[in-house]
């Protein structure tokens, strides 16, 4: 027998995965019977969906959450000269968007407690050319949108957020997604639900949702005559109805998954809580986190390579979520060499992203947890 939070030596614990059941199945084959594959019914009936879960009166469903945000940008206006306001601890979809659009991204410190952007660091960067800010809510934790929206309001700036780790988060009671000017959603097999590839953009501002859509599909629309007429430089965004069965009867789960992450969560600050060696996750008050992924990071930088080597040799898929956007070879020859920010340079040098998925067992986080002991031990 093995002995409690063991593993199979041949077992690999990924640091993050899909859960799919029959009933997602059943969804797809049912539109691949069908007449509609893209275009058809089940795309709107996942907008639906979608926005009345966040509050949201709004959602355009794409491909994928890059395409998401780049459309966002575009619906704003953002163009060469403007500056964004943005966090440094993203995946580079976030800037990289903005860069696409001709702004430049103007990167904000960030906090050690939940690694999101420093609400009290955003007002000293705003310019004449600040155009907008774009919170991301890392690993699902949100962001303190009380605050950032007053600075947003203050200074005329939109707020768009990112969301793409944070389906099923809430922010004081109210759902992420219906809170900003705009919030931006990726279902990644990774991320809250998956439809394979795909993303969205939820709005309450009418205006939007139709410059949304209508860039959606190559800029468009039927003239007075029933004619296609293209009227705005738009892209094939589309995300098909295949992708939209599997995102609607994923949502049908989205709160058994949000409890089943809190629960790998709350294992994991259990396990670690007497680790002196690392750090872990706050626990922010008025937030119910989506849960999205588990960061630790090391309080001395020079263990953390050697941590990571030691639990990817011993089957535990770990991750590194992220490296400062501005540290990458690009950012470094196009503006950003000389920036350092104090405390995402100490994140990026310590943050380790252990394995979070809704069918994580609880022998298996115990022994991640087990591993990251013994590493210290030796």
């Known amino acids: 027998m093995m002995e409690k939070g063991s593993k ?61 945000l780049h459309l966002a940008y575009l619906a704003i206006g953002l163009k060469h000269g403007d500056e964004v306001i943005t966090t440094p601890n993203t995946f580079v979809a976030t800037s990289n968007m903005l860069v696409a659009v001709g702004a430049k991204p103007v990167f904000c410190d960030i906090r050690l407690d939940n690694h ?36 947003a309001k203050k200074h005329g700036l939109f707020v768009i957020e990112d969301a793409c780790h944070a389906l099923g988060a809430s922010y004081k009671n109210k759902k992420i997604g219906s809170i900003g000017d705009m919030s931006i959603f990726s279902f990644h097999p990774v991320k809250s639900i998956t439809t394979g590839e795909g993303g969205a953009i939820l709005t309450n501002n009418y205006e939007l949702y139709k410059k949304l859509a209508h860039l959606r599909t190559h800029g468009i629309n039927k003239d ?55 750090a872990t996750p706050a626990i922010i008050k008025n937030v119910q986190s989506a849960n999205h ?24 898929g770990v991750n590194f979520h992220y490296p400062s956007v501005y540290s990458h070879p690009y950012y470094q020859q196009n503006g950003y060499r000389s920036l350092t920010l104090k405390n995402a340079d100490t994140y990026h040098n310590t943050c380790i992203t252990l394995p979070l998925y809704v069918t994580l067992k609880s022998g298996q986080i115990k022994y991640v947890c087990n591993k990251i002991k013994e590493f210290f031990k030796s």
């Open 293 to 316: 992924i588990f960061i630790i990071r090391t309080k001395e930088s020079s263990k953390r390579n050697a941590l990571a080597n030691f639990l990817k040799q011993n089957g535990v």
């Open 8 to 68: 199979n030596k041949n077992d690999f614990i990924p640091y993050g995965r899909q859960a799919i059941d029959n009933a997602d199945i059943k969804a797809v084959v049912k539109v691949l019977r069908s007449d509609w594959l893209t275009q058809g019914p089940a795309v709107k009936q996942f907008e639906e969906s979608l926005a009345k879960y966040c509050n949201a009166k709004y959602a355009v469903a794409v491909s994928n959450g890059t395409a998401a």
């Open 224 to 278: 007075k005559n029933g004619f296609n007429v293209m009227t705005d430089l738009g892209y094939n965004y589309r995300i098909t109805d295949i992708q939209a069965a599997l995102g609607i009867s994923q949502l049908k789960k989205l709160d058994k998954f949000i409890k089943a992450r809190q629960r790998v969560f709350d294992t994991y600050k259990k396990e670690l809580a007497n680790v002196k060696e690392i």
């Open 116 to 151: 999101n952007i420093d609400e009290n660091k955003i007002e000293e960067l705003i310019t004449p050319k600040t155009k907008a800010i774009v919170p991301v809510h890392f690993a699902g934790h949100p962001c303190e949108m009380d605050k950032i929206s007053s600075i």
